[in-house]
């Protein structure tokens, strides 16, 4: 899982396909699904598409009723759970009780994430994009593995970004705790970690079958951006001095429904047997970045987000930290 690895399928999908394109030939029919953040933004839509398909769909809930009104327009066999990444407690509790319910987990999708947010501690004094995105969602696959690993075919779906770009992890100091807090550094961290840990987990799923992928969406407005004043949203060139989507974010953005083709694409596209821990975006494996590429900040997938040692590294320190937990 390099990256002579990431070399595209030529999928016949693009960056405006839909979630219900992609799963169009596809029969899910008696598949379970667990997708965190799954009654906003992308994983809204992602649930929707799913639950279309005839998947049972376990949506873990900060807000019961945010989801409750969200949720409510899904068609399908949809239920919900309580389950907050930023507290260890109930993700164990959120686990066990899929552990005595669930007989088979065919996916599980990580989509719920905080970005660019203030500084915040979570758990044991983690840095929270790095404790909600990364570790939350750590303690969550090493919980339900074995239920995972007895499915046959399961899959895992990582939800990275383009963010990755941004930042290695920082491997000195991945809590902020001698350095000056940057929330964009801290976001970018935490998307780094979020690949190399479908990186790491592909490994570890082999004698089972089973697969995990990374995912970058794509640029969609949801709820992530919540933390982002119009100003800074503005300097961005996400929006024009009108407070609307600019030119760049209409030629580039994508609708939710666009946004989460890609992680059902990772989820059920044959072309990817064969292909553990690889980096995804646009329904495709993305290609190694270009530096010489004027889209290269927006596409592509550098090195440092799909290196093994790297992987094994932040596996082998996020168990460190759970265990001190």
Known sequence: MALSDQVPTQSGFHMRSTGAEVLADIDLTGKTAIVTGGYSGIGLETTRALAAKGVRVIVPVRSPEKAAETLASVQ???????????????????????????????LLVNDAGIMACPLARVGPGWESQFGVNHMGHFALAKALLSLIEKTPGARVVALSSTGHKISDIRWDDIQFEKSEYNK???YGQAKTANALFANALSRRLRDSSGLAFA???????????????????????????DGEPSELAKAGFKTAEQGCSTTLWAATAAALEGKPGVYCEDCDIAA??????????????????????????????SEELLGQA
């Open 76 to 106: 399908g066999d949809v239920k919900t759970a309580p389950l907050d990444l930023a507290d260890l407690g109930s993700v164990r509790a959120f686990a066990q009780s899929m552990l005595g319910e669930l007989q088979r987990l065919d």
């Open 288 to 317: 190694p970045s270009d530096p010489e590429s004027p889209t290269n900040r927006y596409q592509g997938v550098d090195a440092h987000a799909c290196d093994d040692e790297s992987a094994e590294k932040l596996w082998a320190i």
């Open 184 to 186: 964009w550094q801290a």
């Open 215 to 241: 995912v970058h969406p794509g640029g969609i407005f949801t709820p992530l951006q919540r933390h982002l004043p119009k100003e800074e949203q503005i300097a961005l060139g996400w929006l024009g001095e």
